[in-house]
Every structure is written in structure tokens, then in C-alpha cells.
């Protein structure tokens, strides 16, 4: 309702704008008064354009409150200038409650393919804390753009990188080779052997992957030569049609199953699983070069460091740069030795994206079934019938953490340079950074910590050495904490109704905590602070809704008889109520209910899901003051219980919705 009253405003000031000074502004900041006894929302216009006018704001705002009162958008009742020349704006608080009771609000989404990128983790051992942050950002951008019940959204494919042919993969087959003796045949017989004592894949190459990180550098003699096997063996992978590759493509796709399934117990599912294998066998690259080429992107150096090189300028350049000898600072695309880069497959996988890398697409196999779709594994076979299309983007966005930030705008900078500048305007790298753990979280894993790293705000993991949590260890922690509380507060209820709440309130705390900080904050995750009842949590919010259940529950009524209820509340007493000192208080409650589209649009043009995180705990807050504050149940008069049985629905459908965008489902009891 509020982004509805919202737009329906600015655009009867562009229209003013227009008529009065001929003037075009094409962003109108919105912002809210301090108290809601000033009105709902504020406009600080007429500052934008004191200077252009040259007048005093609130001369201004003076001129622009006579226009609008003339003829009053819909849901507005009165114009006021405010301070300097603020225009406050308020609303018709009984017409905007019935339309928020209603569930009426302005809609999101338009026409184009939006392709969301996320997880993307090596699949050489199990996925681990940092991960975690990956997907649950990028699982939860998706739903906030993905069509649904709320919105009609945009279509959108969920995409999972899997780089099956990197160093990573490399390093696990170098030691089943080197430290456990193992062939091809052999490796098979290993994991027939862990499937059947039911073991894990993912968890006995995370500590594979750690001894031979350590091995390669153990023997200062061997040192070259160890590093040299590894070489030889990431070539093999490339390559392709031999054993090594073969090894390769057993343990990757064995650790990949294990990945979703690790990811699907947080809720988080994919449409498309594209394979480095599949980008070099297919030749995305032969396609991708000859098109740089002919675009005057991709030039061989002749001379310099790069000489036999194929470089490209980088983002920022200056044009002159390189006029007088070869530009030093170019990157490298091609390797003299004939080697493509990351970045330049890279780019050939981001020209698929857009379908701008003609003749080329995938063959595709189905990898996995989920209750609601396929989700499709990258093949080369390209003469499959079954052909779900996904290189169509309209947009793109890539959640890879910071450290990429330099790769991403070479990428951006590439498809600019060959004149795709609307893909390069519609690409995103959502990126974060990273997570570690704080002292006492490493202390509740098991860990030990010197004297020194207990002082510290957080420590770093690393799987190389070992040091890190594993995800489905995190999640298995989390609920088994949730558990022992639920059990203590409700031994009534069946162990599986128990095993439910917990795996709620378990996934709620991770995913609520790894998204309540903004994309650029360093996350040091913590059990306690996660889980608790108390603060910024996801239990918190969960709590809250349970209680507005509870009060519903207590009353006898359902949704649907509730707002029928206040939809029959006189005009004359419901407005009494909205306006009076105490109906101030409870109005606030409403307004900020009637906010979440204005949040996930403000989510979605932002690239911030934190948003929406402190959304749900703004609301939840002001449902519990509420709680605190009026006594629904002991109410004695029937307009005012109807009014307030109505706040407490309309804010917890909100705090479910504002949930189930990020990811998190509301438990029964707690």
C-alpha cells in the first residue's frame, strides 16, 4: 500500500515539475518524518531544486503544496511545508489500513530473463561456512526477484558454476594418485566403499584435499617436482579423454550431489549446473577469441613482459596507454604458452549468458529432481532432444566474493569493448566478503585456539590447512541446540513435530544471521548469537510470529474472519481510533507493515538483502511493543478487539512474507 500511495505521489510532482518550471527530475527522494504525527511521508524536492529556481526551499515547497492540494492523489488527505521546505505528505490513515487489511499493494517484476549465479563451490571436498554465505545471498536475491503469489516478479534461472577442471579438483585427484595409490579402477571401488558404510565423499576429500596441500611443500626437494605433478595433472583434466580426466570427473560429480544435497536442507535449489568441462570440450572459447578478435578487443603483445601474449586493455586504461611501447598493465587473455586464462573463459561463458556467442549452447542432462523442477547438468552432447534453453539473459548477477572484484570488471570491461554495452550495463557482481568465526564459535567446534587468537575479533578458516567448518556441521550444531530447547519447552509434541521446529528455528538462525549484515561486512559467526530468542535473530522474528499465532489461536478466529471483522468497523470509528494519541502508536504498526514492497524494490535496486533482514526485525519489534503494550485477548469492546485482532494479523502475514523472501520458514510453536 505505502509504495503504491508512494509512486501514485511522485508521479503528480513530475507532472507538476513539468507544468510549473519545466523542469525533469528523474529520481525524487522519498523520505519519512521523524514522528508519524507530522505525516507519512516527506519530500525534500524542493531542495533538489532551490538552486536551479533560484529560490529559498521552502518558497518552493510553499508553491509545490498549492499544486498538490488542489488535486490530491488518492489515499492522500493534507500537504504541509515542514523546517526549510520539507513537504510533508498525510495520508488517509482508515482509507490505508482497509486497503493494507486487504492485502492491496503496488506489484514488482516486468518482462526479461534475469539469470541469478551462486554457490559455485569447487567440487573438490565439502562445501564450508564461507559457501554458506555465497548461496544464502544468492538463493535469497532469487526469490525476492522470482515470480510467486506476492508479485509477478521476473523469470529467473538459478545457475551453479562448477569448475570440475580447476586446481582445486586437480590437487584431490594428485592425492588419491600420489598419497593413496589409487587408479581408476581403484577410485571407484573407494567411493563403492563409502557408499556403502554410508560415509561421505565430500568429508573424506576435505581431508584429503588438506594432506596434500601440506605434502606439496613438506619436502623442500621435492618441492619443483611435486608442483610440476600437479601441473601435469591440471593439464590432463583440461585435456580431457584420458584416465586422470576420468578420476577427475568420478570424484567431482560424486562431491557435487553431495554439495545439493547440502544446500537443499537450507531450502536452496538449482535450475542449471554449467560445467568448466563442457566450456573448454565444447569450445566456448575458439568462439569467444575469434569474436574479440574481430570486436578489436583480444591483440597479440609483440614485445614487453606479455610478448606472445593475447592481452586485452584493462577497465580504466587511459587510451594512450601502450601508444609509445606495449602497455605493461594489459591483461593477460591467452598465455604465451598458449593457455587460456580464467578471465578469458570467463568472458566466453558470460557471452553465452546473454546469447551473445552465436552457434554455441550446452548439451543437457537431468542431474536432479526437486519437488517443483528439474534441475539440468551441462553435457557434450549437444544432440540430446531435451533442450531447456538458459544463455538468453536479460540480466545477469554473480554472487562471488570480493576477491574476484578484479576479474568481474575485466569481464564487464570486455563485453563493453566489443559494443555489448547493454549486457556489460545489465551485469552485477554481487559481491560480499568473507566469514570467519569468532573465538568461542571455534572453541564450541571442537577447535583449539591459542591464547593470542582468543583476543581476537574473529579468525579466518582455511581448507587448505584444515581449519574451517564444514556446512552440514554447522547446520547438524545449530539444530541440535534448537532441539534441545524445543524438547525442554514442549515434551507434548511428537519427535518428528520436534525435529521440524528445530530444523526451522536451526535454518533460520543461519540463513537470518548470514544476511542480516550488509554484503561488505566481514561476518564473524557466532552459535550463541545466532540462536538467540533476544537481539537481531531469526529466531527473534520467529518468536514474534508465533506469538501473533498465538493470539489468534487464543480468539478463535481465522485470518480471513479477522479481516472481515475490521473490513465491517464503521468509517467514523475507525478513523477515532488511527487518529487518536494511542492510535498513533498502533498506527505505526500498520505503516510499517504495509512497507515490504518499497523494501524488496529497494532490496533489488541495491543488490542488499540486508534490507529485508532489518526489515523483518523492525517489524517484529514493533509487533512485540504492540504485544506488550495491549492486552487483545481481555479487550472488552468489540471495535477495538476487532481493530487490534487485525494488527496482529496483517503484521504477522507480513513477518512470514518478509521470511519466506529470505529464506526462512515460521515454526508452529517455540
Request: hydrophobic fraction near 40%; charged fraction near 25%.
Amino acid at each position: 500500500m505505502y509504495r503504491t500511495i508512494q509512486q501514485s505521489l511522485l508521479a503528480r510532482i513530475q507532472a507538476i515539475l513539468q507544468a510549473k518550471y519545466g523542469v525533469e527530475l528523474t529520481n525524487l527522494a522519498v523520505e519519512q518524518p521523524p514522528s508519524v504525527a507530522l505525516g507519512e511521508l516527506a519530500l525534500p524536492v524542493a531542495f533538489e531544486l532551490a538552486k536551479r529556481l533560484r529560490k529559498a526551499p521552502r518558497a518552493i515547497a510553499g508553491e509545490l503544496a498549492a499544486e498538490l492540494a488542489a488535486s490530491l492523489p488518492d489515499g492522500v488527505t493534507g500537504v504541509e511545508v515542514a523546517g526549510a521546505g520539507y513537504l510533508n505528505v498525510r495520508l488517509d490513515r482508515a482509507a490505508a489500513a482497509r486497503n493494507i487489511a486487504a492485502d492491496r499493494h503496488a506489484d514488482i517484476g516486468g518482462p526479461g530473463f534475469r539469470l541469478v549465479e551462486h554457490t559455485s563451490i569447487n567440487p573438490n571436498k565439502a562445501a564450508h561456512i564461507g559457501h554458506l554465505r555465497n548461496a544464502i545471498l544468492g538463493d535469497t536475491f532469487q526469490r525476492l526477484l522470482r515470480r510467486d503469489s506476492y508479485k509477478s516478479g521476473f523469470e529467473v534461472g538459478v545457475q551453479n558454476y562448477i569448475d570440475n577442471t580447476g586446481v582445486q579438483v586437480a590437487d584431490v585427484v594428485v592425492g588419491l594418485v600420489h598419497l593413496e595409490g589409487k587408479n581408476l579402477e581403484s577410485t571407484r571401488a573407494r567411493l563403492a566403499e563409502l557408499a556403502a558404510k554410508n560415509e561421505r565423499i565430500d568429508f573424506y576429500c576435505w581431508d584429503l584435499y588438506a594432506r596434500v596441500s601440506q605434502w606439496y611443500t613438506a619436502d623442500a626437494a621435492q618441492a619443483a617436482a611435486r608442483k610440476q605433478i600437479r601441473l601435469d595433472t591440471l593439464h590432463a583434466l583440461e585435456a580431457g579423454g584420458n584416465e586422470t580426466a576420468e578420476m577427475a570427473e568420478l570424484i567431482s560429480t560424486a562431491v557435487l550431489r553431495r554439495h545439493l544435497e547440502t544446500m537443499e536442507r537450507l531450502g536452496i535449489e538449482y535450475d542449471f549446473l554449467p560445467r568448466e568441462s563442457e566450456i573448454l570440450s565444447l569450445h566456448f572459447w575458439d568462439a569467444a577469441r575469434t569474436l574479440m578478435i574481430e570486436k578489436g578487443v583480444l591483440y597479440e603483445e609483440t614485445e614487453g613482459k606479455n610478448k606472445g601474449c593475447w592481452v586485452m586493455r584493462r577497465a580504466g586504461a587511459d587510451a594512450e596507454q601502450g601508444a609509445d611501447g606495449p602497455d605493461e598493465d594489459a591483461k593477460v587473455i591467452v598465455r604465451s604458452n598458449g593457455t587460456v586464462t580464467y578471465v578469458g573463459k570467463d568472458i566466453a561463458y558470460h557471452l553465452w549468458k546473454f546469447g551473445l556467442l552465436p552457434g554455441k549452447d550446452f548439451g543437457y542432462e537431468r542431474f536432479r529432481e526437486y519437488p517443483s523442477h528439474t534441475c539440468w547438468v551441462s553435457t557434450a552432447d549437444t544432440s540430446r532432444h531435451e533442450r531447456p534453453t538458459f544463455g538468453h539473459a536479460d540480466a545477469i548477477y554473480n554472487v562471488i566474493d570480493s576477491r574476484q572484484n578484479d576479474p568481474q570488471t575485466q569481464v564487464i570491461q570486455a563485453l563493453r569493448g566489443m559494443g555489448f554495452t547493454e549486457a556489460a550495463d545489465h551485469y552485477t557482481h554481487f559481491s560480499y566478503e568473507m566469514v570467519a568465526l569468532t573465538p568461542r564459535c571455534a572453541l564450541d567446534m571442537g577447535y583449539e585456539v591459542s591464547e593470542e587468537d582468543r583476543k581476537r575479533a574473529y579468525i579466518e578458516v582455511s581448507g587448505r590447512k584444515g581449519f574451517g567448518v564444514k556446512a552440514d556441521d554447522l547446520l547438524d550444531k545449530l539444530i541440535a541446540a534448537a532441539k534441545a530447547e524445543v524438547d525442554e519447552r514442549h515434551p507434548e509434541l511428537t519427535d518428528a513435530e520436534r525435529e521440524t521446529i528445530a530444523r526451522q528455528i536451526g535454518v533460520g538462525a543461519l540463513r537470518y544471521f548470514m544476511l542480516r549484515f550488509t554484503r561488505n561486512t566481514v561476518i564473524a559467526f557466532d552459535f550463541k548469537d545466532a540462536l538467540s530468542f533476544e537481539g537481531e535473530t531469526g529466531p527473534y522474528v520467529q518468536y514474534a510470529i508465533v506469538r501473533a499465532a498465538n493470539i489468534l489461536r487464543k480468539a478463535g478466529a481465522t485470518e480471513a474472519e479477522v479481516v472481515a471483522a475490521f473490513a465491517a468497523i464503521p468509517g467514523d470509528a475507525l478513523g477515532a481510533i488511527l487518529t487518536s494519541e494511542e492510535g498513533s502508536s498502533l498506527w505505526e504498526t500498520w505503516l510499517l507493515a504495509s512497507k515490504l514492497s518499497l523494501v524488496i524494490e529497494q532490496c533489488l535496486t541495491t543488490s542488499e538483502p540486508a534490507y529485508l533482514a532489518k526489515y523483518a526485525f523492525q517489524l517484529a519489534q514493533q509487533f512485540n511493543n504492540f504485544y506488550h503494550r495491549h492486552h487483545v485477548l481481555h479487550e472488552t469492546d468489540p471495535t477495538r478487539k476487532a481493530f487490534l485482532l487485525a494488527t496482529s494479523v496483517v503484521a504477522q502475514r507480513e513477518m512470514i512474507r518478509a521470511l519466506g523472501f529470505l529464506g526462512i520458514e515460521a515454526p508452529s510453536v517455540m
